[in-house]
């Protein structure tokens, strides 16, 4: 373990083995790091908040604040963060308020690149990428491997499905299916995440299937409920297509079109 002397550590906090604290970071009440973390100088992590291990964590980070949300009035919400994210300048991840489930939550192996947010209550998968200014308000949720292209903004309570593309700059005000690229203000489908999926190893089957079901849902004139069931009418439904229906059906908001 190594903290530097003028890192300010609360008694409370729980550091793990081979953490590493750098000049001047402060490390508040109710905080857990887990081992092989490291927490480079100008850092403010406060809790309760709960971090895995072989995370890295840039200067002038801020993690665990309490959230904007006016509704918040002090209670003992927490940050979730699992293993091996890298956490750029400036990026701000804030607890969760007790009107959701009281927490936000990390997933593992994700890249929050400088001046990136995620506000109250949201739930990041994992292997997800933010890049340069995305911000991410409350109660969202966005699933793994999904890409959130610099500048970008999303409404609260969206949701992103896995494998998805936002490009920079875009406003998400509605949810994104699952492996569905979108940009623009508001952001608009165009077409399947085909090169991310063909770097993650899908096969040309799964992307065959893929690009049909989005032509049944964006290119035919139907309507949701309409080309939903065209789709679950075939006798073999790949498990990517089905993916791809369930993160519509759950829509909350409706989907970007």
């Not at 530097?4 to 590493?20: C, E, L, M, Y």
């Not at 940050?79 to 701000?92: H, P, V, W």
């Not at 903004?153 to 569905?180: E, M, N, R, W, Y």
């Not at 080309?227 to 519509?248: C, G, H, K, M, Y």
Request: contains cysteine; neutral net charge; charged residues 20%.
């Amino acid at each position: 373990m190594v903290i530097h002397s003028t890192a300010i550590i609360d008694p409370t906090a729980k550091i793990g083995a081979n953490v590493s604290i750098g000049p001047y970071s402060v490390i508040g009440a109710d905080v857990e790091i887990g081992a092989d973390t490291w927490v480079g100088p100008h850092a403010v992590i406060n809790g309760p908040t709960v971090i895995g291990k072989g995370n890295r964590i840039f200067q002038f980070s801020s993690v665990g604040e309490q959230c904007q949300d006016l509704k918040y009035k002090g209670e003992p919400t927490r940050l979730i963060i699992g293993d091996f994210n890298i956490i750029r300048e400036f990026t701000t991840l804030q607890r969760g308020t007790i009107q959701d489930a009281e927490e936000t939550r990390i997933g593992s192996h994700g890249l929050f690149m400088a001046y990136t947010h995620v506000a109250h209550d949201c739930v990041i998968g994992d292997h997800v990428i933010l890049a340069n200014g995305a911000q991410v308000a409350g109660h969202c949720v966005v699933g793994d491997h999904a890409i959130l292209g610099g500048n970008t903004a999303v409404h609260q309570f969206c949701q992103i499905g896995q494998h998805a593309f936002v490009g920079a700059g875009s406003t998400v005000l509605k949810d994104i299916p699952a492996f569905v690229t979108v940009q623009g203000y508001p952001a608009a489908p165009h077409g399947m995440n085909l090169e991310g999926l063909k770097r993650r190893g899908y096969t040309k089957d799964a992307l065959r299937a893929l690009r049909h079901a989005y032509k049944v849902v964006y290119r035919e004139g139907k309507t949701v409920k309409d080309a939903l069931a065209e789709l679950e009418d075939i006798d073999l439904i790949a498990p990517e297509v089905q993916v791809f229906i369930d993160s519509i059906r759950n829509s909350r908001r409706g989907i970007s079109r």
